[in-house]
Antibody, heavy 131, light 111 residues
Framework: QVQLVQSGAEVRKPGSSVKVSCKASGGTFSTYGISWVRQAPGQGLEWMGGILPFLGTTNYAQKLQGRVTITTDGSTGTAYMELSSLRSADTAVYFC????????????????????????WGQGTTVTVSS | QSVLTQSPSASGTPGQRVTIACSGSSSNIGSNTVNWYQQLPGTAPKLLIYNNNQRPSGVPDRFSGSKSGASASLAISGLQSEDEADYYCATWDDSLNGLYVFGTGTKVTVL
């Protein structure tokens, strides 16, 4: 049973960047999509974006365009989420999650992969942005 | 703010049935299937329902989902103390570049 293991908590100053890792343990995610979801303290879930590793394609939430970059390293089975120009509003728990679907049968592969949601989640990484 | 609206809270006594509603629009729920997640305090979300009414392996059949038009609902029958959690609806939104959207969340309290 695959698990997603994330890197530890981070503290950053406003204006800096943070890179969070998500490693597949007990399996691989090469045939799945990976999403990143964040949750600010006391708030709901926010989808940040995702990647289809086998296609190398990404899709980002519009509000984070230009600040977020999601990548994968197939040799280590690790996904990364980097967020730049950090502000206090970016203080949150960041989760990686694996798509339930493993196939694409339309021109919109991202939709096909995440249509049925994410069934394996990392434990979460707390990122605190404070001066 | 989220494009999917849920009531902030719901409650029931053990054994009761609780229903959580999720309201969207034609670009999201109206044209795509709905997923539901359960988030216990301090933990990662767990996929509870996918494709409107399908349960992943291991999810009790006390949980059921439905969809009608641009709205969806999650029902918990035979409420148990361990069901006390936050519940989120989610779906794909076809507007702009397309993205996955979550509901505002509903806190279920077992009285």
């Amino acid at each position: 049973q695959v698990q997603l293991v994330q890197s530890g908590a981070e503290v950053r100053k406003p204006g800096s960047s943070v890179k969070v890792s998500c490693k597949a343990s007990g399996g691989t995610f090469s045939t799945y999509g990976i999403s990143w979801v964040r949750q600010a303290p006391g708030q709901g879930l926010e989808w940040m974006g995702g990647i289809l590793p086998f296609l190398g394609t990404t899709n980002y939430a519009q509000k984070l365009q230009g600040r977020v970059t999601i990548t994968t390293d197939g040799s280590t089975g690790t996904a990364y989420m980097e967020l730049s120009s950090l502000r206090s509003a970016d203080t949150a728990v960041y989760f990686c999650a694996r798509s339930m679907a493993t196939y694409c049968n339309s021109p919109n592969c991202f939709k096909d992969y995440f249509y049925n949601g994410m069934d394996v989640w990392g434990q979460g990484t707390t990122v605190t942005v404070s001066s | 703010q989220s494009v999917l609206t849920q009531s902030p809270s719901a409650s029931g006594t053990p054994g009761q049935r609780v229903t959580i509603a999720c309201s969207g629009s034609s670009s999201n729920i109206g044209s795509n299937t709905v997923n539901w997640y359960q988030q216990l305090p301090g933990t990662a979300p767990k996929l509870l329902i996918y494709n409107n009414n399908q349960r992943p392996s291991g999810v009790p059949d006390r949980f059921s989902g439905s969809k009608s038009g641009a709205s969806a609902s999650l029902a918990i029958s035979g409420l148990q103390s361990e069901d006390e959690a936050d519940y989120y609806c989610a779906t794909w939104d076809d507007s702009l570049n397309g993205l996955y959207v979550f509901g505002t969340g509903t806190k279920v309290t077992v009285l």
